[in-house]
Structures are given as C-alpha cells and as structure tokens.
C-alpha cells in the first residue's frame, strides 16, 4: 500500500531535489504543467522527455515509485487517451467503421496527450516525494502571504492542506485494513455487478468515516490543548530560505520554457 499510494508520502534522502526550497518546487511544478502544454511536435515533447528523466534521476528515488503513481490514474489516462484518436480526424484514414474513424492525427494526438499526462503525473510525484506534506504547506502559505491583506485566510488554508496532505496516506491504509478484514469475513470485491461491487463497498465506508471523525475530533483537541489560536503573532519554527541550487532549478526551468516556445511548431 505504501508504494502504491503517493499522495502525501515522503522519502528522506539527499538529492539535490530534496535540497531544494519547498517552494521552489511548487512553483516549478505548476509552471512545468503550464508549459507542458506549449509541446506541440516530436522535437518538443522528446525536449519534455529528457528535462522528466534527468529530474527524476536527480532525486535518487527508484523509478518504480513513480511508475506506481501513474497506476491508479492510467485506466482514465487511457480512456481520455482512447477518446482523442476516435474524435480527432485529419490526416491519413487507418481504420474506418461506422462513426468510428481512427487517421494519422489522432494517433499522433493521442500519444501527445498521453504523454502529457506522463510528464505531469512523474513531476507532480517527484514534488511530493521529495517534500514534507508540512514544507509543502510552509511553501503555499508563504506564495501565498500577499493575499492576506485583501482579507484571505491564507495560514488557515495552508493549515486545512497540511492537515489533508498528512491524513490522506493514514486514511488509505486505515480502509486497507478494513477491507482486509472484510475479506477474512468472506466478503468479495471484485465480484457481482457494477451495483453489487458499490453495495459492497458500503461496510467499509461507515467504518471509515466513523474512524476519520474520531481522528479530527482527537486532532482538534490536541491542538486546543497546546495553545492554538490561528496564525496570528506566530513566528516559523522552519525558515524557508533560497539557495545557490534554486538559482540553477530555475534556470533550468527558463531555459527549458525557452527551448519550448523556439522549438514548437505553428
């Protein structure tokens, strides 16, 4: 379960993707997903290709672990993927049958796109494997600081997101266990119809919610206990400062968006 959940998981080490600002990476992240989309041609995305490889190398993280990201979103990668070569026409016509038409452009799409997805699934993964769920917290609230003063509860978000991130890895292997000790009981979840499977999905959600409300109600009175009042007058026990190796992940980055927009065709 631990490999194949990665939302919110962390692997200590000392890459030079771990040693990066926290919101080095996050923005990094959400401008590699922005730019993802200026690739347009073979040229492009073999550019996105190697840029992918070499960061996810530079983490020293087992490429397995990211391969087990792609996992539970690859049957709606594939259905989108599917969707893109029967709806997009033009170019050669390999396979024609009733309103079925698969040509040249749809394939080629359909690759596009699901490379696309591949890029954005291993970055968006190598951020959280290599960042705290709290750094990552720390980062957004900071990003984040200049909405305060129009009024935006920006500690109180990056708190609820820290909280989710933190949660979501203890929440799955909670309903593992229970799933696991339905099953000892004879329960089956992968037989019956689409209505049988969801009906026997129910005794695993009651447990669950029952145990999700216990643990906010637990989390809420620690922190009662220990004093908090919201991040008014608070100071940071971890400081976020940038680094030399910032400076190069960024310039990497531009050059990267630059070699996109020269490269890309019309």
């Known amino acids: 379960m631990l490999d194949k959940l990665l939302l919110g ?24 997903i922005i730019i993802v989309f200026l690739a347009n041609n073979w040229l492009t995305y073999f550019i996105l ?8 190398l530079a983490s020293k993280i087992p490429m397995s672990f990211f391969w087990n990201g792609v996992k539970p979103l690859l049957w709606v990668i594939l259905f989108t993927v599917v969707l893109q070569m ?10 024609e049958w009733a309103f079925i038409k698969i040509t040249s452009y749809g394939v080629i799409n359909a690759i596009f796109i ?16 290599t960042t705290p769920p709290l750094q990552i917290a720390d980062a957004m609230e900071s990003i984040m600081k200049p909405l305060g003063k129009i009024g935006v509860p920006v500690h109180e978000i990056a708190l609820m997101l820290s909280i989710a991130l933190r949660f979501v890895p203890t929440l799955m292997d909670e309903a593992q266990k229970i799933m696991n000790a339905q099953r000892a009981r004879g329960v089956d979840f992968g037989e019956g119809n689409l209505f ?4 026997a999905i129910i005794p695993i959600l009651i447990p669950l919610f029952v145990s999700s409300f216990n643990r906010a109600e637990d989390l809420a009175t620690a922190m009662e206990a220990r004093g908090y009042q919201g991040g008014t007058g608070r100071s940071k026990y971890r400081v976020l400062t940038y ?3 910032d400076g190069i992940a960024a310039t990497s980055l531009v050059i990267l968006t630059i070699a996109l927009v020269l490269f890309r065709g019309q």
């Open 114 to 129: 699901f490379l696309r997805f591949m890029f954005i699934i291993f970055i968006s993964t190598l951020m959280t494997l």
């Open 49 to 56: 290709a190697i840029f992918t490889m070499l960061a996810l």
């Open 9 to 32: 998981r962390y692997l200590q080490g000392d890459s030079f993707i771990h040693r990066l600002d926290p919101r080095t990476k996050f923005l990094a992240t959400f401008l590699f």
């Open 86 to 95: 029967v709806f997009t026409t033009g170019g050669e016509v390999y396979v």
């Open 243 to 245: 680094g030399k190796i």
């Open 196 to 199: 049988e499977q969801m009906k």
